[in-house]
C-alpha cells in the first residue's frame, strides 16, 4: 500500500509564483519512491507540479515538453507552464481523461484504444528529417548502449537468470550490435498503459499520454516492447490494431532489432526489479525470456 507523498514546500511556494493561490494539493504519485507528482487546484484549473527523478529525466522531459508535446492535438500531451532545474520541477498542463488502468474497457474498446494510441505515436516520433544529426548519432547510440549493456544485466541479475537464459540475452545482444540503426524517432521512452489516458466524454473518446521523462532519440520500436511484453503479449488483435493506426508494418529489420530489445529489456527487468523487489517487472522479464528463449537458439 502506498504512502502518501506531501509536496515539498518550496515546491508549492514555487508553484504559486506561478499559477497564484493554490486551494487544494492532491498526491497522484505512482507507486514508486522515484514518482513524485501532485495536483494543484488554483485559479486558473488543475495543474500538475512534478519533480524529475533525475537530471537526466529533467532535461529529456523539458525538452519533449517544450519541442514535441505542442505538435500534438491539443489536450492529448501535458504542456509545459514552467520548470525549475535546481529543483528539477516542472509545472504541467492537464490532459482530460481517465488512466486506462482504471478502466475496463470491452474487447473492441480495447482494440479502438490501441489503434488511438497508434496513431497518437505516430505523431509524436515523427519522421527522420525531423532529427537532427545529433539525435540520429544519439538514436544509434542508445541501440548500441542496449547491447552494450547486456552482459551488466546478467552480473547484476546472477543466479536469477538461468544459463539458458544468459544464453538467449547474449545471442540476442550481438544480433542487435550487428543490425545497425533501424528507423530512429523521438520516442515517448515509457510508452505503457499506466501513462495513457482516454477521455469519455460526449464526443467520440480522445486519447491522451503523460510522463515523458525518458523521452529522446531512439529507434522507434523501443516504444513497443513495452508492449509486446505485456498488452500484446496474448491479444495479437491489439497488435494489430495499434499498427493499423500507426499507419505503417513494421520492417523486417524492425522485427529483429524489437525482439532482441524485448529480450534485453527482459534481462535489465529481472536484474533491477529483484533488489527493489519489484515482482510483477520481475516475473514479465522471466516471462519475455522462456518465451523467446526456445526459438532464439
Given at each position: 500500500?502506498?504512502?502518501?507523498?506531501?509536496?515539498?514546500?518550496?515546491?508549492?511556494?514555487?508553484?504559486?509564483?506561478?499559477?497564484?493561490?493554490?486551494?487544494?494539493?492532491?498526491?497522484?504519485?505512482?507507486?514508486?519512491?522515484?514518482?513524485?507528482?501532485?495536483?494543484?487546484?488554483?485559479?486558473?484549473?488543475?495543474?500538475?507540479?512534478?519533480?524529475?527523478?533525475?537530471?537526466?529525466?529533467?532535461?529529456?522531459?523539458?525538452?519533449?515538453?517544450?519541442?514535441a508535446?505542442?505538435?500534438?492535438?491539443?489536450?492529448?500531451?501535458?504542456?509545459l507552464?514552467?520548470?525549475?532545474?535546481?529543483?528539477?520541477?516542472?509545472?504541467?498542463?492537464?490532459?482530460?481523461?481517465?488512466?486506462?488502468?482504471?478502466?475496463?474497457?470491452?474487447?473492441?474498446?480495447?482494440?479502438?484504444?490501441h489503434?488511438?494510441?497508434?496513431?497518437?505515436?505516430?505523431?509524436?516520433?515523427?519522421g527522420?528529417?525531423?532529427?537532427?544529426?545529433?539525435?540520429?548519432?544519439?538514436?544509434?547510440?542508445?541501440?548500441?548502449?542496449?547491447?552494450?549493456?547486456a552482459?551488466?544485466?546478467?552480473?547484476?541479475?546472477?543466479d536469477?537468470?538461468?544459463?539458458?537464459?544468459?544464453?538467449?540475452?547474449?545471442?540476442?545482444?550481438?544480433?542487435?550490435?550487428?543490425?545497425?540503426?533501424?528507423?530512429?524517432?523521438?520516442?515517448?521512452?515509457?510508452?505503457?498503459?499506466?501513462n495513457?489516458?482516454?477521455?469519455?466524454?460526449?464526443?467520440?473518446?480522445?486519447?491522451?499520454?503523460?510522463?515523458?521523462e525518458?523521452?529522446?532519440?531512439?529507434?522507434?520500436?523501443?516504444?513497443?516492447?513495452?508492449?509486446?511484453?505485456?498488452?500484446?503479449?496474448?491479444?495479437?488483435?491489439?497488435?494489430?490494431?495499434?499498427?493499423?493506426?500507426?499507419?505503417?508494418?513494421?520492417?523486417?529489420?524492425?522485427?529483429?532489432?524489437?525482439?532482441?530489445?524485448?529480450?534485453?529489456?527482459?534481462?535489465?527487468?529481472?536484474?533491477?526489479?529483484?533488489?527493489?523487489?519489484?515482482?510483477?517487472?520481475?516475473?514479465?522479464?522471466?516471462?519475455?525470456?522462456?518465451?523467446?528463449?526456445?526459438?532464439?537458439?
Open positions: 500500500m502506498s504512502v502518501e507523498k506531501p509536496i515539498p514546500p518550496a515546491l508549492l511556494r514555487w508553484a504559486r509564483n506561478v499559477v497564484g493561490p493554490v486551494h487544494l494539493v492532491r498526491d497522484v504519485s505512482h507507486d514508486r519512491d522515484t514518482s513524485l507528482v501532485w495536483r494543484l487546484s488554483c485559479a486558473i484549473g488543475t495543474v500538475f507540479a512534478k519533480v524529475a527523478s533525475s537530471p537526466t529525466s529533467f532535461a529529456r522531459a523539458t525538452r519533449a515538453l517544450r519541442e508535446a505542442p505538435g500534438m492535438e491539443p489536450g492529448t500531451a501535458p504542456l507552464l514552467a520548470a525549475d532545474p535546481l529543483q528539477r520541477a516542472l509545472l504541467l498542463s492537464p490532459v482530460p481523461g481517465r488512466t486506462v488502468k482504471a478502466l475496463s474497457p470491452a474487447p473492441a474498446a480495447q482494440r479502438m484504444l489503434r488511438q494510441a497508434g496513431r497518437w505515436l505516430r505523431r509524436f516520433h515523427g527522420p528529417g525531423e532529427l537532427s544529426p545529433q539525435d540520429h548519432a544519439d538514436a544509434a547510440a542508445e541501440v548500441a548502449r542496449a547491447a552494450a549493456g552482459e551488466e544485466h546478467l552480473d547484476r541479475a546472477g536469477l537468470i538461468t544459463a539458458e537464459g544468459r544464453r538467449t540475452v547474449r545471442w540476442h545482444a550481438a544480433v542487435l550490435g550487428r543490425l545497425g540503426s533501424p528507423p530512429a524517432g523521438y520516442v515517448h521512452g515509457d510508452f505503457q498503459e499506466r495513457w489516458l482516454l477521455d469519455t466524454g460526449p464526443a467520440a473518446p480522445v486519447f491522451g499520454a503523460v510522463d515523458l525518458r523521452a529522446r532519440p531512439h529507434a522507434v520500436v523501443a516504444d513497443l516492447v513495452p508492449l509486446v511484453c505485456g498488452s500484446w503479449l496474448h491479444r495479437p488483435d491489439l497488435q494489430e490494431a495499434f499498427l493499423d493506426g500507426y499507419g505503417r508494418t513494421l520492417t523486417a529489420e524492425e522485427h529483429g532489432a524489437l525482439r532482441c530489445l524485448s529480450v534485453l529489456d527482459a534481462a535489465s527487468a529481472i536484474a533491477w526489479g529483484a533488489p527493489a523487489g519489484d515482482d510483477v517487472i520481475v516475473a514479465r522479464g522471466r516471462a519475455t525470456l522462456a518465451r523467446l528463449e526456445v526459438h532464439a537458439l
